[in-house]
């Protein structure tokens, strides 16, 4: 009985080709959605730094003082618009629209992303007699990074 020695063979150029393709179409994928996944996580800063102007919009409202608040941070009892900042956070301004509405409106910046950067957040609080105050989102900045409500 007579055993071949066989050569040991490596793998084809097509297959290295092959596995190279296919690490190229994940790499276009993924590289997108890790992108917006890291401006969305910027973007989240402006919940945290809002979320005191929603609250005091919303104590205003329950205390029957909102329609007589002045369109500034200073009656809400927060520090001046430019003083509220963060790491992409430009700004924080709080203003009343009527006896019912506030808005707060955060300005962006500094995220590494066009769309984002200069834009801004609006929350717009709406509160009713006997209901609770709801809170809406929306400004230039796109939908897809906006934080939720």
Do not use: W
Request: hydrophobic share 45%.
């Amino acid at each position: 009985m007579s055993i071949k020695k066989r050569a040991q063979q490596g793998f084809t150029l097509i297959e290295l080709m092959i596995v190279v393709a296919i690490i190229g179409i994940l790499a276009a994928v993924a590289l997108p959605a890790y992108q917006d996944y890291t401006t969305k996580s910027k973007v989240s800063e402006a919940a945290s730094l809002s979320a005191t102007a929603i609250r005091n919009v919303q104590l205003a409202f329950n205390a029957g003082e909102l329609h007589s608040v002045a369109k500034d941070n200073a009656t809400f009892g927060m520090a001046a618009a430019a003083d509220i900042k963060g790491k992409y956070v430009e700004s924080v301004t709080v203003a009343t629209k009527d006896a019912t509405e506030a808005s707060i409106t955060i300005e962006m910046g500094n995220t590494g992303n066009k769309d984002v950067d200069d834009g801004n957040i609006v929350y717009t609080v709406k509160c009713a007699q006997g209901a609770s105050c709801v809170t809406t989102v929306g400004g230039s900045v796109p939908e897809k990074f906006r934080p939720k409500t």
